[in-house]
T-cell receptor, first 115, second 113 residues
Framework: NAGVTQTPKFRVLKTGQSMTLLCAQDMNHEYMYWYRQDPGMGLRLIHYSVGEGTTAKGEVPDGYNVSRLKKQNFLLGLESAAPSQTSVYFC??????????????FGPGTRLTVT | GIQVEQSPPDLILQEGANSTLRCNFSDSVNNLQWFHQNPWGQLINLFY???GTKQNGRLSATTVATERYSLLYISSSQTTDSGVYFCAVERYFGWGSQGNLIFGKGTKLSVKP
């Protein structure tokens, strides 16, 4: 049981390049999330998904797109990277039932630098 | 939106000392979690505690939901406890809540040998 995994662990991009971050979970969770963490701050929500084929915007969605084609995978895309997107990206997943929220499990993070 | 305030922002302890970290939140919550972010950046789940008290070894946590605060206790601190401790809450919207966590800014703990 691997929990939540993220690939890659590190990446350096040049301004204007594109890339996709992959998140995978093996806990059969419906809900998945992408957060970003900037220096000295807590995490902020980028996008989230409440089930396969559904996605929605979070607090800081600009410059990112997401897809949830399979229940276990949640992809985060940067179409044209900017230095302001230099950050650590965390994926999380959780189980929910009848409006009750349960523990969120986090991946190890992806450290992205845009030069 | 909901506000999450953690105190103190920084804490320096001698190994073996005890400490209490506090998290205040401004609205009713559906979920509250405590995390430890180690010096390598890994985010480690400590407690899922929307209400009540839990203990895990030298760590324990208490959430008093009606008074909108949670406390994290660390006893007999060790150098490996160093890092940043985050409190995160999910505001209660009832059925259909999106479920994302709102994080505080964290308490940076340094434990000296």
């Amino acid at each position: 049981n691997a929990g939540v995994t993220q690939t890659p662990k590190f990446r350096v991009l040049k301004t204007g390049q594109s890339m996709t971050l992959l998140c995978a979970q093996d806990m059969n969770h419906e809900y998945m999330y992408w957060y970003r963490q900037d220096p000295g701050m807590g995490l902020r929500l980028i996008h989230y998904s409440v089930g396969e084929g559904t996605t929605a915007k979070g607090e800081v969605p600009d410059g990112y797109n997401v897809s949830r084609l399979k229940k276990q995978n949640f992809l985060l895309g940067l179409e044209s990277a900017a230095p302001s997107q230099t950050s650590v990206y965390f994926c999380a997943s959780s189980y929910r039932s009848r409006g009750t929220s349960y523990e969120q499990y986090f991946g190890p993070g992806t450290r992205l630098t845009v030069t | 939106g909901i506000q999450v305030e953690q105190s103190p922002p920084d804490l320096i302890l001698q190994e073996g000392a005890n400490s209490t970290l506090r998290c205040n939140f401004s609205d009713s919550v559906n979920n509250l979690q405590w995390f430890h972010q180690n010096p390598w950046g890994q985010l480690i789940n400590l407690f899922y505690i929307p209400s009540g008290t839990k203990q895990n070894g030298r760590l324990s946590a208490t959430t008093v939901a009606t008074e909108r605060y949670s406390l994290l206790y660390i006893s007999s601190s060790q150098t490996t406890d160093s890092g940043v401790y985050f409190c995160a809450v999910e505001r209660y919207f009832g059925w259909g809540s999106q479920g994302n966590l709102i994080f505080g800014k964290g308490t940076k703990l340094s434990v000296k040998p």
